[in-house]
């Protein structure tokens, strides 16, 4: 790229830009403003980068989350000055939280400017408190060549802490002067007439992708000493998850522990790697006599901690010695048992070989009634002709399509999913902002991760989807696809099951909060494909083949009351093969 000479603000703007690019930025966010114009100018114009508009910025950021957490490098989100860069915090906290590396470059006033009155100025300087990995506010452009080589230093810092040593935000306050437009400075060309730009960034390039702070571990002996073990593998989004999934496979046959796999892990998609595969975890540990032969002495948790509550209740009553496995420095023991990190990845761990024919009854045992569960889960979604909420996470692996990638929102679906998502051989790679656990931003974070790409899914209820809409403003500059899969119950699901929902007198306006929404009227507004679901069948076939373009709604309306009765009914039910004593619910 030859760097932009028309004015101070210019030149600043477009090397700023390819320093970032021969860092080994692909993807730039712009919302619109003024401020921001040297910013948005000099990303649009530069050929390798790809800049896409997004009008809403906390639509923008969730996109440019999306993105980032697909692709696993930084991502570049610009706003003019004032309120613009405040929309982007909950997008910042998620980020923070699930470890996902943005760049955020928000445009401002110049000093002179602030605390004056003098318009669409606040105070940006650490707008986004603790939650950035690292953040500074840039000098005043400027052409001394001095302050150029401050400007390539620090964006150089800046694209290293987005990712080291654990992925996450980085805010750079970007103040300018006028003129904001690319207004001819005749003075500017004749000062760098012989700048000569690639000695200028000679040692820069994307080898900072490649960094690894990771190194090989050898076993703990107790593992190897211990014949009742589990492995949990939690949420994770792995560069490889068939590598991924593979070395946890390796350890649990090392070892003979079953792994009990969150359905936001891709082991359950792997399941071919893996025979130990427990999938049914949360229901088997609802009966007291099941999980008191299942208490294990070591506990592995490789990634973040699984959703299920049901196992958390478990294993904070039980207290084992709690061993983690992450390459970053992060607290992932929300338990606080007696807890040792490696901080390492699962991949990188020297495993020895097998040497001798270890005992197998408690695996066996986690196996025997794994697959019961799955049996009675068979005979029972098997039978049901009716839209039920929970059959639709038992019923998409088995008919997606191979090496698709869905994205599930939080609240009930992500439940649902956890109780229902059966291991199948498909591939699939799930996702979920699971970092901070809310439903803002969700469907804009799947449409930037389905960018550019095809057999994508979203599995949504009708809130969080609504609390969003204004995702659907890309439409006209999307590229790819994705299907979502609405499930209109008419408010919040989750509260159903929840001891709030016996309060009937507040419950429907407050904690339900219908909205009553003709959702094919809104995706019309948005020029959005819409279809209502009438039976399995017609679900079924909508779903495999997937489109290879556009956007689409594919909404299931069901009865949350109805459902959540149906789930007190049946959760305890599905482990309940020998006459057990039941458990509570929730």
Request: include cysteine.
């Amino acid at each position: 790229m030859i760097l932009d000479f028309r004015n101070i603000n210019t030149l600043w703007s477009s090397l700023l830009v390819e320093t970032l690019y021969r860092l080994g930025l692909t993807t730039a966010i712009i919302c619109p403003g003024s401020r921001s114009a040297p910013l948005a100018v000099a990303f649009a114009q530069h050929p390798n980068i790809e800049t896409i508009p997004i009008l809403d910025e906390r639509s923008a950021a969730f996109f440019a989350l999306g993105r980032a957490k697909k692709t696993k490098i930084p991502v570049v989100l610009v706003c003019t000055s004032g309120t613009a860069g405040a929309n982007f915090y909950p997008a910042v906290i998620e980020a923070h939280e699930s470890r996902i590396p943005l760049l955020i470059l928000t445009a401002d006033r110049p000093p002179e400017l602030r605390h004056c009155h003098a318009g669409q100025a606040i105070d940006q300087i650490k707008l986004y408190g603790h939650y950035p990995n690292w953040q500074a506010e840039l000098a005043i452009p400027s052409q001394e060549i001095g302050i150029l080589r401050y400007l390539r230093q620090t964006l150089v810092q800046s694209w290293r802490r987005s990712l080291f040593p654990t992925p996450g935000v980085v805010h750079l306050n970007c103040p300018f002067r006028e003129p904001l437009a690319p207004i001819f400075d005749p003075n500017i060309t004749s000062i760098f007439a012989d700048f000569d730009l690639d000695n200028f960034l000679s040692q820069i390039d994307n080898n900072y992708l490649n960094f690894s702070g990771s190194s090989s571990s050898v076993l703990p002996s107790q593992w190897l000493s211990t014949r009742r073990g589990i492995i949990i593998a939690g949420v994770a989004y792995p560069v490889d998850p068939k590598g991924y999934c593979q070395a946890i496979a390796n350890l649990a046959q090392l070892l003979n522990f079953p792994v009990l796999a969150d359905a936001l892990s891709p082991v359950r998609n792997f399941s071919y790697l893996n025979p130990y595969l427990i999938c049914t975890y949360d229901l088997i540990l609802r009966h007291p006599q099941l999980n008191q032969s299942l208490i294990p002495d070591v506990v592995i948790q490789i990634g973040e901690f699984p959703t299920s509550k049901e196992l958390r209740v478990w294993l904070e009553s039980l207290e084992p010695d709690h061993w983690i496995i992450d390459p970053t420095l992060d607290n992932l023991d929300p338990l606080h048992n007696k807890t040792i990190h490696l901080t390492t990845s699962i991949d990188t761990l020297t495993l020895p070989p097998i040497t001798q024919d270890l005992d197998r009854s408690f695996l066996k045992t986690w196996l025997e009634f794994e697959n019961k569960v799955r049996h009675n889960l068979e005979q029972k979604m098997s039978a049901i002709e009716y839209l039920l909420e929970a059959k639709i996470a038992w019923l998409l692996p088995q008919i997606l399509p191979k090496n698709s990638l869905i994205f599930v929102s939080n609240s009930m679906p992500v439940r649902d999913m956890d109780f229902f998502w059966m291991p199948n051989h498909l591939q699939i790679i799930p996702y979920c902002n699971r970092g901070a656990n809310g439903i803002d931003g969700t469907l804009s974070t799947a449409l930037g991760m389905a960018y550019k790409s095809s057999h994508n899914v979203m599995l949504t209820g009708d809130l969080s989807l609504l609390h969003d809409t204004n995702g659907f403003l890309i439409n006209k500059n999307f590229k790819g696809h994705l299907t979502i899969i609405l499930i209109n119950n008419n408010g919040g699901g989750i509260f159903e099951i929840l001891p709030i929902s016996q309060f009937r007198s507040s419950f429907e306006d407050f904690f339900a909060t219908p909205q009553n929404i003709d959702f094919s009227q809104l995706c019309q507004t948005y020029n959005i494909s819409h279809q209502l679901i009438d039976n399995w069948s017609q679900f079924t076939e909508l779903l495999n083949p997937l489109p290879s373009t556009g956007i689409r709604v594919l909404e299931v309306q069901t009865n949350r009351q109805k459902d959540a009765l149906w789930l007190k009914d049946n959760l305890v039910e599905f482990a309940n093969f020998a006459g057990l004593t039941q458990k509570r619910v929730f």
